[in-house]
């Protein structure tokens, strides 16, 4: 197996490690860090200031290069518009988000876990995902 | 707004995110990506030559990160309090809406903050928005 696939791996691997450490992995400490006006827990704070802080150093490394330490191509979001489907995917998501405590990466995490509200949530998350694809696929097809 | 310092973990958030900083930032350094979990899960319900595999081997990872955990300890807890048809009605709306607005707290609210890109940062703005709302009227308007 290649190199490029091992670090997928380990990378999926010390990422969910990350959100099982930081508590992102538990819904219901997620709802109480969105609880700002209740009795707030500020730790999920401390989670993207840590990893903003890894990220910007690494995002800087990347500067003036086309290609990763590997080889591959740097594969950077282009796009800078900020459209209607950006926004409003957004603000939806954040309902979502504080509807059960779950964003995609933790509930994968859960999904490992085997507990069966994990499971239901992110057979639920990959149906809407796979309903945005059907939805596009059909808007296409009817411009085209 | 009070503050909850009985479940406020410094620490373990701040170690956390710096795991998920270091993920991250291994992603984009080695495999020359962006480590944004809805992107890497939706790519798979659309499976195209070659594209496959390490999206497959990512999500792996995450899933596998609580067997690896159990190695070490018990399991973190994890408490999710939203019943299942509020998980299936928050999961669809979160799968949906992520691919949508083109990301999560992974990619648009680590990597993108990270790489300062300004669709990411009115993204992260109007999910947190959201979420913080729609806690407020869940928690205080309805009083679930």
Known sequence: MNKHFVSALVTGLIFGMGLLVSGMANPDKVLSFLDITGNWDPSLMLVMGGAIAVGVVAFTLTKGRTHSLWGEPLRFPTRQDLDSRLIMGSLGFGIGWGLAGFCPGPALVAFGTGAPKAIVFVVAMVAGMAMYELIEKSRTKTVS | ?144
């Not at chain 2, 701040?14 to 020359?32: D, E, R, T």
């Not at chain 2, 070659?50 to 999206?55: A, E, I, S, T, Y």
């Not at chain 2, 993204?123 to 729609?134: I, K, N």
């Open chain 2, 1 to 144: 707004m009070t503050i909850d310092w009985t479940s406020f973990t410094p620490w373990a958030s701040l170690s956390g995110g710096v795991l998920i900083g270091v993920a991250a930032a291994m992603f984009i350094l080695l495999n020359g990506r962006i480590a944004g979990i809805s992107g890497i899960l939706g790519g798979l319900l659309v499976p195209k030559k070659g594209d496959v595999l390490w999206r497959a081997l990512f999500v792996a990872g995450m899933v596998l990160a609580p067997t690896a955990w159990l190695l070490t300890g018990p399991l973190p807890e994890m408490q999710i309090d939203a019943g299942y048809p509020l998980l299936i009605v928050a999961g669809l709306i979160v799968g949906i809406s992520t691919r949508y607005g083109s990301g999560c707290t992974s990619g648009h609210g680590v990597c993108g903050i990270s790489r300062l890109s300004p669709r990411s940062i009115v993204a992260t703005l109007a999910f947190m928005l959201t979420g913080f709302v729609t806690v407020y009227i869940v928690r205080h308007v309805f009083g679930l």
